[in-house]
């Protein structure tokens, strides 16, 4: 099936702690069904002092369920669901099925 959700997009959180937060994912972990979005899902990790590093408390991204994410639309930023379409030279690109507009160039 294709990726309804890539690198780059811009999402809107539908559920859990950070409902409503909007951002951009910076990977996806396809085997997982999970995608890590900017400034979404904060966490804090305990880091152990090294040779090379201080440690302390760090503040890192976690990943989120794709289930929980939605597209933004390009047209007027509202959360929307991913269809895809085959343009007349034969190539496949997704659309937003709110407004029509596409989501690919």
């Known amino acids: 099936m294709a990726a309804k959700l890539k690198t780059g997009d811009k999402v809107v959180v539908t559920a ?3 409902k409503g937060k909007r951002g951009e994912i910076t990977k996806v972990l396809s085997k ?3 995608a890590i979005v900017s400034g979404v899902n ?4 305990h880091n152990r002092p090294t040779q090379t590093s201080a440690g ?13 994410l939605m597209i933004e ?3 007027d930023g509202a959360p ?7 343009q007349d ?4 690109v997704r659309f937003a ?3 029509g507009e596409m989501i690919d160039g």
Request: proline content about 2%; hydrophobic content about 25%.
């Open 73 to 75: 639309d390009p047209k």
């Open 16 to 18: 859990g702690k950070d």
């Open 32 to 34: 997982q069904g999970r």
């Open 80 to 86: 929307t669901r991913v269809g895809f379409k085959i």
């Open 56 to 68: 302390g408390i760090e503040t890192k991204e976690a990943a989120i369920q794709l289930s929980n």
């Open 89 to 92: 030279d034969g190539k496949k």
């Open 42 to 45: 904060l966490i804090k990790k």
């Open 97 to 99: 099925k709110k407004s």
